[in-house]
């Protein structure tokens, strides 16, 4: 069965772009969860092993987490409109996967009018981005992928999907 496709809520009545009005909305605890992968090539996770996930920039997971917490609390920032929001909660989980693959799990939540799906996904994208930058000396080639999110609560729809195959909730 297709689902249906709600309407564009970013418009307003002319088709131009709007934040959305949630001043009439029930406020009520949001949370969300989204995930990214990193692929690393065999050389690089091997020597991330060695080194216990450090690179001479750094703690890699560490620092990953941190930027992860950082631009989950500044997606307004970023997205256009979405609302800023004083986050309550931020997580962001990585773990290491056979096969040079590092698993990123990012769950926010707040008591508001809005959800945080986007502040998940902002926050899982900036923890791979962050895990590139760490490690882009020792090889380009190095994917990002598999961004999504996993699940919402708390508005007019929850939603939930299971993580991808060989993921594991939980940190490192």
């Not at 949001?30 to 990214?36: G, I, P, T």
């Not at 930027?67 to 920032?77: D, F, I, S, Y």
């Not at 895990?131 to 994917?143: F, G, N, V």
Request: charged share 25%.
């Amino acid at each position: 069965m297709a689902r249906r496709v709600s309407r564009l809520t970013h418009l307003d009545p002319a088709n131009r772009p709007t934040m959305v009005d949630v001043g009439g909305k029930q406020a009520s605890l949001r949370e969300a969860s989204a995930e990214a992968w990193v692929k690393l090539p065999p050389a690089v996770a091997r020597e991330l092993k060695r080194t216990g996930h450090r690179t001479k920039k750094g703690p890699v997971f560490d620092t990953a987490i941190v930027a992860g917490v950082m631009a989950a609390k500044k997606t307004h920032e970023i997205i256009p409109f979405c609302h800023p929001l004083p986050l309550e909660k931020c997580s962001i989980d990585i773990s290491d996967k056979p096969g040079g693959r590092i698993h990123i799990i990012c769950t926010v939540a707040v008591h508001h009018r809005t959800g945080v799906e986007m502040e998940a996904l902002m926050g899982a994208s900036a923890a791979a981005l962050t895990l590139y930058d760490m490690c882009k000396a020792m090889s380009h080639d190095i994917e990002i992928s598999g961004l999504r999110l996993l699940s919402k609560s708390g508005g007019k729809r929850d939603f939930s999907r299971r993580a991808s195959a060989g993921a594991k909730r939980g940190s490192r």
